[in-house]
């Protein structure tokens, strides 16, 4: 390799895709602006298929031969990360979290581990704060853990050396943007660097079976390397997200090697920390102003969980240039679909309206599910007519205006009985073999026409 020059080579800090030259913009995950030159370590002995396979050549096994299996999972006391994590944490599993900077992903695994810490070694690295810093946040939290031991520090050698030293039975790394190796050159936070160190910590979590929880940061600007590059490489990818003018947080497994997707965990933040939320469903309807046109509650299905949210929808004439349409928590290409449906089907044209539409909460809601609801909270604005409290309402909208029919009916209506929902207005589809819980109607809808006369009477 002697006289070999550093190669350098452009890669982008969105999604690790490279390139020999730079680019504006990203091919792989469209994002701009996200290359960055980095220059090519020389391949080291260790790398690749040999560490793959831990050094030795490995043998083909039948799957009757191979040994063990009978998963044990240690629950790690903080019930809604169980459930997104697929009912604890498996034996060897390495866990990406990634999130905002302060939204809270330092706070909930400090709580998630100091459970874990009563009775065995829980080694956390903290990469970004000082071992005080952690220990004061975890007085404010009210947090003691005989078996918690602190590290700060970024060097990953050296991180290896006290792993090998206390041999705890987790680990914590936050953030994985902060350490870096020696075997590279270049600077903390780059894709090679987060990549090798992260490839580094896999490996030690698959041969001493160490389950490890790393901590990556989503970043706007490229300027590091963000968790989409880590999650092809890790069992399980955990967003922790929310909006920072609410309290609300959700943890959502987006990978899971050992569990289903789409879980998700309800947390609060407060003064004293991450409080886990039962029944998001309440707390979500909680501030609702009722009778209020525009307003309408939808379900929305999160992995096995029925939530209840309040959607909001504000028209208003727009008569001077280009009509705004701004949307939180909801896709806007979703709503301009609806727009567009409302004016060919319905005969509603909004082209000359301001349209605003709003998940209460912070909550972001991507289900096919809530177009029906969309669709209604923005003809309740519009005519400037209120939607029946109680009304529950849910279904997919297809291009002609037909209501399609929607996953696990059952769990959706049962939640709305459940919060005193009395009436439920869904897809026809969805009808048929559905066993109707106490307290509450159901009415099938087979258009987007067929809604708007049920509930608005437009025709008469
Ligand atoms: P943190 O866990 O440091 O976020 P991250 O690791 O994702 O960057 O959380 C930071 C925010 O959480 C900070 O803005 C303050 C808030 N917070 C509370 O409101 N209550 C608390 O008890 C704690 C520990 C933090
Ligand atoms: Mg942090």
Known sequence: MAGKKPRSVYTCSNCGSQSPKWLGKCPDCQQWNSFVEETLAPTSPRSSATAASG??????????????????????????LDRVLGGGIVP?????????????????????????????KVLYVTA?????????????????ASELFLLAETALERIFDRVKEIKPAFLVVDSIQTIFTSALESAPGSVSQVRECAGMLMQLAKHSGIPTFIVGHVTKDGSIAGPRVLEHMVDTVLYFEGDPG????????????????????VFEMSDRGLRQVNNPSEIFLAERAEDAPGSVVITSLEGS????????????SAPYGTARRTTMGIDHNRVALLVAVLEKKAGISLLNHDIFVNVAG??????????????????????????????????????????????????????????????????QGNIRSLEVPAGITVQGVATVQQTLDVLFDISS
Do not use: W
């Open 55 to 80: 050094g030795d050549s490995a043998v083909a096994l039948r799957l009757e031969q191979i040994s063990g299996g009978a998963e044990q999972r240690q629950p790690c006391a903080i019930a809604e």
């Open 128 to 144: 970004e704060e000082s071992a005080l810093q952690v220990k004061l946040r975890a007085q404010r939290l009210q947090i003691s």
């Open 362 to 427: 912070g909550v972001k809601i991507d289900e096919p599910a809530a177009d029906l609801g969309i669709l209604v909270a923005l003809v309740s604005s519009h005519l400037n007519k209120i939607i029946p409290r109680r009304t529950i309402i849910f279904g997919e909208t297809g291009l002609a205006g037909e209501i399609r029919a929607v996953a696990r009916p059952e769990l959706r209506v049962q939640e709305a009985a459940r919060l005193g929902f009395e009436r439920c207005i869904m897809p």
């Open 305 to 316: 969980r029925p939530i209840l949210v309040e959607l909001q929808a504000l028209v208003s």
């Open 246 to 265: 609410h309290p609300y947080r959700i943890l959502r497994a987006v990978k899971n090697r050992y569990g289903s997707t789409n879980e998700i965990g």
């Open 92 to 120: 060897g599993s390495f866990i990406l979290i990634g999130g905002d900077p302060g939204i809270g992903k330092s706070t909930l695994l400090l709580q998630a581990v100091a459970a874990l810490a009563q009775q065995r």
